[in-house]
T-cell receptor, first 116, second 114 residues
Framework: AQKITQTQPGMFVQEKEAVTLDCTYDTSDPSYGLFWYKQPSSGEMIFLIYQGSYDQQNATEGRYSLNFQKARKSANLVISASQLGDSAMYFCAMREGRGRDDKIIFGKGTRLHILP | EAGVTQSPTHLIKTRGQQATLRCSPISGHTSVYWYQQALGLGLQFLLWYDEGEERNRGNFPPRFSGRQFPNYSSELNVNALELEDSALYLC?????????????FGAGTRLSVL
């Protein structure tokens, strides 16, 4: 079974609209971390936002916020007021495990296209 | 502050040759991770080095190996290259004692095997 599921292979959104990228995860570990990364066509993975499993508040970083619904095992990324530069591949990831088993698992990604 | 740097940016090899990829972590980070991203696919975990030791490896054959140097920089070696090794190889670094342990990535090395 997939640990990280991103159900939207691609999305087209009009510039200045808000965008929600879906991510669900599966873990039995009570302590875990959730991440979102952006990968432009240049290839570099850019860290966007982090949410710890024990964090009470949803994480926010500028225009990015993470809609964390623990009971539903959902960690959607919300981008407010989208810009043309937001066009990229977006990956949801989860860190779980301890010691040598500590690892990050990435989803397959969602390609976001922002339309002018 | 400099980010994670990888070299070379592009590497072209022929089948059967060896490839060496290099990574310098963010200053203060002791862990280095290597990932393979084949065209159109997600990231597959290759190797994790911390404090000079290999901590974990993904489901890859032994011809994928590496090391971490005393200055925490790292090399990834791929022996006996095969066509399917063509991919973007990403290096990331982190500071494990940090509770968040966020991995920061370099721009990658694009390896083409002909």
């Amino acid at each position: 079974a997939q640990k990280i599921t991103q159900t939207q292979p691609g999305m087209f959104v009009q510039e200045k609209e808000a965008v929600t990228l879906d991510c669900t995860y599966d873990t039995s570990d009570p302590s875990y971390g959730l991440f979102w990364y952006k990968q432009p066509s240049s290839g570099e993975m850019i860290f966007l936002i982090y949410q710890g499993s024990y964090d009470q508040q949803n994480a926010t970083e500028g225009r990015y916020s993470l809609n964390f619904q623990k009971a539903r095992k959902s960690a959607n990324l919300v981008i407010s007021a989208s810009q043309l530069g937001d066009s990229a591949m977006y990956f949801c990831a989860m860190r779980e495990g301890r010691g040598r088993d500590d690892k990050i698992i990435f989803g397959k990604g969602t390609r976001l296209h922002i339309l002018p | 502050e400099a980010g994670v740097t990888q070299s070379p940016t592009h590497l072209i090899k022929t089948r059967g040759q060896q490839a060496t990829l290099r990574c310098s972590p963010i200053s203060g980070h002791t862990s280095v991770y290597w990932y393979q991203q084949a065209l159109g696919l997600g990231l597959q975990f290759l190797l994790w080095y911390d404090e000079g030791e290999e901590r974990n490896r993904g489901n890859f054959p032994p011809r994928f190996s590496g090391r971490q140097f005393p200055n925490y920089s790292s090399e990834l070696n791929v022996n006996a290259l095969e066509l399917e090794d063509s991919a973007l190889y990403l290096c990331a670094s982190s500071f494990v004692p940090d509770a968040k342990n966020i991995q920061y990535f370099g721009a990658g090395t694009r390896l083409s095997v002909l």
